[in-house]
């Protein structure tokens, strides 16, 4: 369960909360700013007008700590326990009068404008950026986030602030106390001379689902995310990638796959130091056939030139299912196709080089799924 909860630590007075709220994260990279906006309803249902203390944000079921991706961008977000719009934030400039839209929202965030030089907008960290030059026509644009977790206290901080409730304090770090026996539904339990209330849950997409979108539209922070989930659930709290690789070829070997030589760096595969096989790819596609689970797994591939982020592929097929993937030098393609003559095929294709990731490359790769049909 990959959900967020919301919780008010301290006590509740006639028209404030003298005390602190905390945010607690559990890995859902989908969580919004909509999710969020039940919470705020929550608190002010029950009147608080006022909180005296901070947003804390727990993001401490993930052990995070020395992450890094060769790859800059917003696709390649910080893996986190608490994050918003897959831990990224954007920002849209139009007009000469430079106005400004930042979603996520966070009053936080600082846009310094420098008319000189070519139109666009750089990131300094998370909270600092520079819109530069001038244009008529609308700037968008979209970065990845250093501490997801801090972004979204922030964003629940203004959203709170915009609903007409004063905040004292600021947004922080911090661990939540335990939870009522209750997950949600205003139960209060004494921690010391403080009250704990758990107000609000936000559920997670079922399992099903976050793996369909994972795979069809490559959602590397939602992978990342659940490499550091399954080291949690296999290993025990927290979350480290050490501990998810450890998970993820614990459940390779249980299906028969060959771990001598592969090497698992990461959840999404962007990692150059990852290494597998096509013949390490076919025996688990195979083995995965036979598992109650593979009508799922099966279903969370893409059609090419149907499904997600293959749908411009250039090549169409209802009858193959597969996941892409490419670095700076490797093109990938692995899966199933059901062949004219009967039967399912698993095959895996793979282009290691340099420039491998070219446009030629990904012309051969359509012969070849051409040929795989017949």
């Known amino acids: 369960d990959m959900g967020t909860v919301v919780s008010l630590s301290g006590n509740v007075t006639e028209n404030g909360h003298k005390g602190d709220v905390v945010l607690k994260g559990s890995g859902n990279p989908f969580l919004s700013t909509k999710d969020l906006q039940e919470a705020v309803e929550k608190i002010k249902s029950l009147g608080i007008k006022e909180i005296t203390g901070d947003i804390i944000v727990d993001d401490s079921l993930f052990d995070t700590k020395g992450w890094q991706s060769r790859y800059s961008g917003p696709a390649y977000g910080t893996p986190s326990a608490l994050g918003l719009e897959m831990h990224t934030i954007a920002l849209t400039i139009e007009g000469t009068g430079r106005r400004m839209a930042i979603d996520p929202p966070n009053d936080l965030v600082r846009v310094s404008l420098n008319p000189s030089g070519k139109a666009g ?19 968008h644009k979209r970065f990845s986030l250093a501490d997801p977790a801090l972004y979204a206290g922030g964003t629940f901080r203004t959203m709170l602030k915009r609903s007409g409730i004063k905040i004292a304090g600021t947004v922080r770090h911090g661990t939540a106390p335990a939870p009522p026996p209750s997950p949600v539904g205003g139960e209060d339990v004494s921690e010391g001379r403080r009250q704990v209330r758990n107000i609000a849950r936000v559920g997670s997409r079922d399992i099903d689902g976050l793996i369909r979108d994972t795979n069809q539209q490559s959602l590397n922070v939602a992978a990342d995310n659940l490499l550091f989930l399954l080291g949690v659930l296999n290993y025990g709290a927290p979350g480290t990638k050490e501990k998810g690789i450890r998970a993820v070829n614990d459940f390779l070997r249980e299906l028969g796959v060959p771990v001598t030589d592969l090497v698992v760096d990461d959840g999404s ?75 399912r095929t698993a095959f895996a294709f793979m282009v290691n080089g340099p420039d491998a990731n070219a446009p030629t490359a990904g012309a051969a790769a359509v012969e070849v799924l051409k040929q795989l049909e017949q």
């Open 121 to 139: 907008v750089r990131q300094i960290d998370d909270l600092t950026y520079e819109a530069t030059g001038v244009s008529d026509a609308p700037i």
């Open 269 to 343: 595969g962007v990692s150059e130091k990852n290494r597998v096989t096509p013949g390490q790819m076919v025996t688990f596609l195979r083995a995965a056939a036979k598992k109650p689970w593979f009508k799922a797994f099966f279903e969370s591939l893409s059609r090419p030139g149907i499904d997600g982020r293959l749908q411009d592929f250039g090549y169409r097929s209802d009858r193959m299912r597969l996941k892409s993937g490419q670095v700076r030098d490797a093109y990938c393609f692995a899966g199933y196709v059901d062949r004219k003559n009967g039967g």
